[in-house]
T-cell receptor, first 112, second 110 residues
Framework: NAGVTQTPKFRVLKTGQSMTLLCAQD?????MYWYRQDPGMGLRLIHY???????AKGEVPDGYNVSRLKKQNFLLGLESAAPSQTSVYFC???????????FGPGTRLTVL | AQSVSQHNHHVILSEAASLELGCNYS??????LFWYVQYPGQHLQLLLK??????LVKGIKGFEAEFIKSKFSFNLRKPSVQWSDTAEYFC????????FGPGTRLSVLP
């Protein structure tokens, strides 16, 4: 039982490049989330999903897209990376909307 | 809009000192409350949570938190900290949305 996993762990992009971050969970959770963590700002919700095939915007969705084609996977895409997107990205999942969220190990992204 | 504030940005303590980290939230309805810990270089882990019942909640590693509804607070406490408690601590509240506080960095000096 791996819990929540994220790939890759580190990535460096140039401005304008695109990439996709993958999150996978094996706990059969309905809800999945993408956060970004920046110093002094805590975690801010980018997008979330309440089930397979559904996605919704969080607090800071601009510049990101997501997809949830399979229940266990939640993908975060950056179509045209900007230096402001340099951050640590965490994926999380939960059974229900008010339940404990379980976090992945994070992806450190640097955009030059 | 719902918000969570944490009183201290950085707390520095010596080993065996007592700890209290403040957390206040703005939402007046039913809430679930959480404290997460992030050790250096690691992901967030749940320390404790409050959903209902006894407002004094005990978590892992000797931590506890008290929910005071009238003060919209959920402060984290530990009677005697250890060097291994050095980490960042996040309070989180869920009512309509899951909202994290900005975090408090705890440094424990050996």
């Amino acid at each position: 039982n791996a819990g929540v996993t994220q790939t890759p762990k580190f990535r460096v992009l140039k401005t304008g490049q695109s990439m996709t971050l993958l999150c996978a969970q094996d706990m059969n959770h309905e809800y999945m989330y993408w956060y970004r963590q920046d110093p002094g700002m805590g975690l801010r919700l980018i997008h979330y999903s309440v089930g397979e095939g559904t996605t919704a915007k969080g607090e800071v969705p601009d510049g990101y897209n997501v997809s949830r084609l399979k229940k266990q996977n939640f993908l975060l895409g950056l179509e045209s990376a900007a230096p402001s997107q340099t951050s640590v990205y965490f994926c999380a999942s939960s059974f229900g909307p008010r339940d404990t969220q379980y976090f992945g190990p994070g992806t450190r992204l640097t955009v030059l | 809009a719902q918000s969570v504030s944490q009183h201290n940005h950085h707390v520095i303590l010596s080993e065996a000192a007592s700890l209290e980290l403040g957390c206040n939230y703005s939402y007046g309805g039913t809430v679930n409350l959480f404290w997460y810990v992030q050790y250096p270089g690691q992901h967030l882990q749940l320390l404790l949570k409050y959903f209902s019942g006894d407002p004094l909640v005990k978590g892992i590693k000797g931590f506890e938190a008290e929910f005071i509804k009238s003060k919209f607070s959920f402060n984290l406490r530990k009677p005697s900290v250890q060097w291994s408690d050095t980490a960042e601590y996040f309070c989180a509240v869920i009512s309509q949305n899951f909202v994290f506080g900005p975090g408090t960095r705890l440094s424990v000096l050996p």
